[in-house]
Antibody, heavy 119, light 106 residues
């Protein structure tokens, strides 16, 4: 069974770039079995999909965030990463990484990591 | 953009009762592309239903999904104490989620 674990700074200053990494175990990113996504949830609010990457490096982003988002993959480390630039307080959220076996829904989720944007 | 609207916002029921949660889409959604998740406080969401009516691995059969087009329903036939949580629907291809229904103990 696939397991995912997010890591990265819990505090980011406004206007800076948020960077998170998701480490995958129990499966290989390069197998092509899953699409690898980032999803976020502001405190007390609902879920927002950020984007996904496939093992080949192809990406698909939420249009509302596309100008600020980069998702990359490192198959040698079995990791994928999120960069969100020019952050504001509105980007404060729990960030989840997730795996999607057919690209339609999210089978597996990481536990989530809270990122606070504050000076 | 397809908007998913869930109702009710909060549902207060007792263990043993039947829960019916609604997810309405602003445009028609293929049944293959509608999923439901359960989220408990401090936890990540868990996939319950995919393809509108297929239960994910390990999900008890008291959970069932139905619907087509713009109207979808998640039904919990007989509530267990561990079922009280927030439930989200989600559609593909834009991976939008509904705003959630909180199922609380009455």
């Amino acid at each position: 069974q696939v397991q995912l674990q997010e890591s990265g700074p819990g505090l980011v200053k406004p206007s800076q770039t948020l960077s998170l990494t998701c480490t995958v175990s129990g499966g290989s990113i390069s197998s092509g079995d899953y699409y690898w996504s980032w999803i976020r949830q502001p405190p007390g609010k609902g879920l927002e999909w950020i984007g996904y990457i496939y093992y080949s490096g192809s990406t698909y982003y939420n249009p509302s965030l596309k100008s600020r988002v980069t998702i990359s993959v490192d198959t040698s480390k079995n990791q994928f990463s999120l960069k969100l630039s020019s952050v504001t307080a509105a980007d404060t959220a729990v960030y989840y990484c997730a795996a999607s076996s057919f690209g339609y829904y999210f089978d597996y989720w990481g536990q989530g990591t809270l990122v606070t944007v504050s000076s | 953009e397809i908007v998913l609207t869930q109702s009710p916002g909060t549902l207060s029921l007792s263990p043993g009762e039947r829960a019916t949660l609604s997810c309405r889409a602003s445009q028609s959604v293929s049944s293959s592309y509608l999923a439901w998740y359960q989220q408990k406080p401090g936890q990540a969401p868990r996939l319950l239903i995919y393809g509108a009516s297929s239960r994910a691995t390990g999900i008890p059969d008291r959970f069932s999904g139905s619907g087509s087009g713009t109207d979808f329903t998640l039904t919990i036939s007989r509530l267990e104490p561990e079922d009280f949580a927030v439930y989200y629907c989600q559609q593909y291809p834009m991976y939008t989620f509904g705003q959630g229904t909180k199922l609380e103990i009455k």
